[in-house]
Every structure is written in C-alpha cells, then in structure tokens.
C-alpha cells in the first residue's frame, strides 16, 4: 500500500470547517483512500473513502485531486466531539487489512 | 445502530497464562479481524478471517496466537502464553460484503500482562 503523511496535528474553531490534507503521491491506480478516526482510545471509526471523485457522507467530504497525490478530509461544522486522532489510509484492491500511520490529531477549540 | 461488541473490557493476567479474547461482529458481515494497539503507539493488523479460514496475518500474529469462529456469532483471539509485551488494546473488527468495505471496529479489550 501507498505510505501518507500527514500533518503530527492541527486545531480548529467550533463551528468552523476542519480541512484536514493527506498526501500520498505514489498512491496507485487500484488503491482507494480511506479515513478513519479515533476518539481517545475507542475503536477506530469510520469516516468515508474514496477512489478517484469526490465524495460525501453525513459526517464529512472526501476531496482527492485529480492527480490522486493527495486529499483532504473536511468536516464542515466542527464540533468539540470531532476532536480526535484522524487517520488517512491507501489500501489496495484485494487487501484487507488497513494500515494505520499516526494520523493527525485534531483538537476542536471552543 | 447494530455495533461490534467485545468482551471483556479490560483483562488482567499474569504472564504465561492463555487468554481468549471475545468479539461478536455485526450479524451478517463476512469478514472478521483483529488489531492491537500498545499504548501510545499505531494500530497493528493482526489477523483476518474470511470462509472460516485466516485469509492473512501479519508478523506479530506468531504460534502463540490463534483465532476462530466457534459459532455463527462469536470470533475469539487466544493468546497461549501471554508476554509483558502483548499488554495491548485488542479491537475486533467486522466489514459486510467485501474486503473494500469500511470496517466496523469493537470498542476494545485492554489485555494487560503482569
């Protein structure tokens, strides 16, 4: 699987949009990006993936750019309970398992 | 909001001893896995299970570990014989109908070895 790198953390006002960028510039053409979160030390939850379009749910918006080298998860309100450790993952065709990096740790500042 | 359930919540063992780790994935979901994760550290994949076999493992998956499917509801995690070093979260996980599925994690047991 494609490596990511993230930012170590990031903060962000209640209420606002949490932009939270991912790259991954040898992501290849078989290999969706995922984004889970986790929130203290619960199991990791997931948030939306994607393959090469945008995409949205009703937790947040995936954005990949068109060369796919990189994305950014956004969280278009955020509030205090947002605040976690967020993950970016690449993952193959045909691979289960996900590999977790450190993620970006996301404070929400009220 | 069907959930991965996971029993216990916190497990406290002395070294050397077996321990089994319990998880019931959601109902109907096809794929099974485990992760652990030492304090302070990343979540490692450990294990995952598909058809009533391991489809792969990773390297810390080693002779002393072993998983199974005893029922139609339950998926276990034994540890034979504990080590300091397997004081971990152990999540389970459970995704639907293939393995590009968004995967459904347990709220953990935290294992820890005396």
């Known amino acids: 699987d494609a490596k990511t790198t993230q930012p170590t953390s990031m903060d962000c006002a209640e209420g606002r949009a949490a932009n939270l960028p991912c790259n991954h510039s040898t992501i290849s053409g078989n290999e969706y990006v995922y984004w889970y979160r986790q929130i203290h030390s619960q199991g990791p939850q997931y948030i939306i993936h994607g393959l090469k379009n945008n995409e949205t749910n009703e937790m947040a918006s995936l954005i990949i750019t068109e060369d796919r080298k990189s994305s950014t998860l956004i969280l278009p309100h955020a509030t205090l309970r947002d605040t976690a450790v967020y993950y970016c993952?690449?993952?193959?065709?045909?691979?289960?398992?996900?590999?977790f990096g450190t993620g970006t740790r996301l404070t929400i500042i009220p | 909001e069907p959930e991965v359930t996971q029993t216990p919540s916190h497990q406290v063992t002395q070294m050397g001893q077996e321990v089994i780790l319990r998880c019931v994935p959601i109902?109907?979901?096809?794929?099974f896995y485990w992760y652990r994760q030492i304090l302070g550290q990343k979540v490692e994949f450990l294990v995952s299970f598909y058809n009533n076999e391991i489809s792969e493992k990773s390297e810390i998956f080693d002779d002393q570990f072993s998983v199974e499917r005893p029922d139609g509801s339950n998926f276990t995690l034994k540890i034979r014989s504990t080590k300091l070093e397997d004081s971990a979260m152990y999540f389970c996980?459970?995704?639907?109908?293939?393995?590009?599925?968004?995967?459904?994690f347990g709220p953990g047991t935290r294992l820890t070895v005396l």
């Open positions: 109902s109907n979901h096809l794929y």
């Open positions: 993952i690449v993952r193959a065709g045909g691979n289960e398992k996900l590999t």
């Open positions: 996980a459970s995704s639907p109908r293939t393995s590009f599925d968004e995967q459904f």
